[in-house]
């Protein structure tokens, strides 16, 4: 047959089972925009930190980068100049801070960078870079930035930094014209001189990028090494771009799992939605094959239907997709803006299109082909009673590879979405013999009843177990409720983690100051407060104690790890319920002692260390410590350290704090104490003040935003459930209505017949859910430890219980109630006699 036939072939027959296909359509586009989304937003927040790398170095290869946030001397800029070899050396100052306008205020990366930038081709500091330039103090932010502070060119800027606060005129709005996709990150410009005096760090740069002559790289890099010594590590200049794809990597994890999970429901809905149109696929084939049809021509016609369906499902899932990422998934998660400035770029590989793509045509070729499998090499269709044997082969099967989840759970939890498949599979395969097993149930409860509506709904109910079409119908509800119960349940485990997590950082104190601005959430950014300040508020009423916190990030190969230094007098320096490994107390004593820290387990295997090794931090004197303890990574996915703020001031070579912990008298009121300190301390420092539970709230929204994308995914994946359950349910009683009206002849009313149709689905509903709910409570389970072991996150695993229950009366509730206006539409229909 030609193409233009089999298209023709296909439009007749479309209007029989228009339904169907729409049900079909719509599940495998919601697969492929699910895909397609997570990979796109999985794949911009590397671009974006990239791009930004990019507009800095331009042509540099190498970098010194600061072990510390003091930075290093700028005399080293002028050594590295004199480098053999080195072509051409810039520095930066680079340091978190806030910039305030009329309409608000923002966190951004303050970079400031010297005339020579000239010389590497970057277009981020070019501006700023002529030396007629250098010395103008003045900033530049991008366009967009600018608009939502509503601030135009020369209007005074405040600029608030660990050193205290500065005005700056703002010099450029830089425009996408300009900067290209950088106009999206959070950043401000200015020059080297007028950095160092707003940051503080006079004589001091944060990192020297190097543009060796060509073919010299590794000699200028072994020499660099030695100038640097303990002050500054060589890395190659783009070094940042891979240290935040460790960062991002359990958040792109994650994501992707619970988005690949939620395509596999997608792909299952639409699988589902076409067997509701099986019987009239293998009818048309065996129509065919008794036409004389051949059988290259048969496999053609389906074929068509196959693609067809394919190529409009990934189409329309490609489109969803993409208003998906620019939508819901567009925002990065916040709380690694913390340690890299990521901005809200957008990239779309063509991996993503394809691998969405592929995806969506496999499963429409699978729901398709799979029915008519056996007509379609030949066999004969049999009339005959269904044989036992491939219902215990599906049985025993499914139990198999429920089995296998379990192992899977247990033993290898990084093998997560191996599991899922093996128990969305094992579901699907004991759902014939689950609903054989409640057909029977019911009809023998049937059989003590006077109902007409009861026997007639468990006389429908007698090929339950291997009708195609209820089937579907059963699979569609089980795999909403697996689904829903395993990502709410996993993410539930993970917020407990990480809210845990939280609280074992933030009960140290009854009161914290700290640095203004997202990063505070951290403690990583250092505050300058002075001796006056530092006594005021020693002296004000309520405040018994007042320790000094110190934290900053510190590169340890490519993982940017956060180190937490509390006093060695907290009252928990070593966080509670944190280790994986060690004694609490133990630590607790070791940290307060001295020499001492607490690695994340991502930390521990990077510097190849175990419990009671000793190992040497690269710090800017480094550091040799015992091990006393290994935890999860306290919330930040590079993994942190913990040490006391001692130690951390001889290694850092800075008694700065980056946080003050306030203890105060029993009888205190936090809030009233906070009150009197913000009056005391004024404006011109730029400290905000918390209370305990202010700042575990504030650090639960930080750390939960790595958390918002898995939200977002349930809610599609509810939504998706709730429009498959109803358009299935009603495509099944539509396709149906010949066949009631006939009964309606018979002498069963119009009433009968609703109420055996809400039986029925009651029945098939029930079966599909309450199997959908145990698998979901062991998918929990295994995302749960697929989350623990893979991103490294604290989690607290609780069965959810109640969160099933309320999914299963949800979906039920919704179901019956979608097939109630149908299901009277359909019966009451008036009946015309048989002419």
Known sequence: MTGSALLAFYRIRLRSRIVGELLALVGIAAGVAL??????????????????????????????????????????LHDVRRVDGVRAAAAIIEQRANVAGPAGRASVLLVGGDPSFTEMGGTLVKRFAPKELASLRALALPAPLADRLQLGVFSPVTIETGAGISRLPLGAALRPAEIGTLADSPIAIMPLAAAQQATGMTDRVSRIYVLPAPGRDDQVRHQLQQLAGTDANVR???ADATVFDVAAYPTAQSTTMFAVLAAVVGGLFAACAVLLTANQRRALVTMLRREGFQRRSI???????????????????LLLGDQLARGLFDAPPGYLATGFPIGAGRTVPASAIAIAAAGGIVVACAAVLLPALDLLRNRQPTPTRPARGPLRTATTTGAASVAAAITITSARPSWALAGLIALTGGLLLLLPALLTVAARAFAAAAEHTRSGSAT?????????????????????????????????????????GLDGSARAVDDNADIWITMRGDTS???????????????????????????????????????????????ADAPSPAPPGQLLHGDHDQATAALRAGGAAILSQAVADELHADLNDKVTLPTPRPLRLRVVGISNNLGWPSGAIVINADDYARAWHDPTPSALQLHLSPHADPTAVATILRARLGDQLPAQIETRQQRIDRHHTATRQGLVRLTQISTLVIAAAILSMT??????????????????????TPAQLWRALLLEATVLLSSGCLAGATAGLLGQQLLTRALETITGFPTHYSPAAATTATIVATVLTTALLAIALPGRLATHRPAAPAS
């Not at 911009?44 to 001397?73: C, F, H, K, N, W």
């Not at 389906?302 to 499902?313: E, M, T, Y």
Request: charged share 15%.
């Open 456 to 496: 007639f709904a468990a006389w429908s109910l007698r090929s339950a177990g291997t009708n195609p079409v209820t089937l579907a119908l059963t699979a569609t509800g089980a795999i909403a409720v697996f689904a829903l119960v395993a990502i709410g349940g996993a993410r539930g485990d993970l917020t407990r």
């Open 727 to 748: 358009a299935a349910m009603t495509g099944v009683i539509w396709q149906r209505r010949p066949s009631l009206h006939r009964l309606q002849l018979d002498g069963l």
């Open 299 to 317: 496999v053609a016609i389906v074929l068509v239907d196959a693609l067809v369906l394919g190529v409009a499902g990934t189409g329309l899932g």
């Open 236 to 238: 190659d200049a783009d």
């Open 521 to 567: 959430a951290f403690a990583i950014t250092p505050l300058n407060i002075s001796r006056a300040d530092l006594a005021t508020v020693r002296r004000t009423p309520g405040v018994a104690k007042v320790g000094i916190y110190r934290g900053s990030w510190l590169d340890i190969g490519d993982r940017r790890t956060w180190v937490q230094a509390p006093p």
């Open 35 to 76: 895909v397609f989304a997570a990979l796109v937003a999985n794949a911009s927040l590397s671009s974006t930190v990239r791009a930004l790398t990019d507009g800095i170095v331009g042509e540099a290869r190498l970098q010194l980068i600061a072990r510390g946030p003091a930075g290093m001397s700028e005399q080293l």
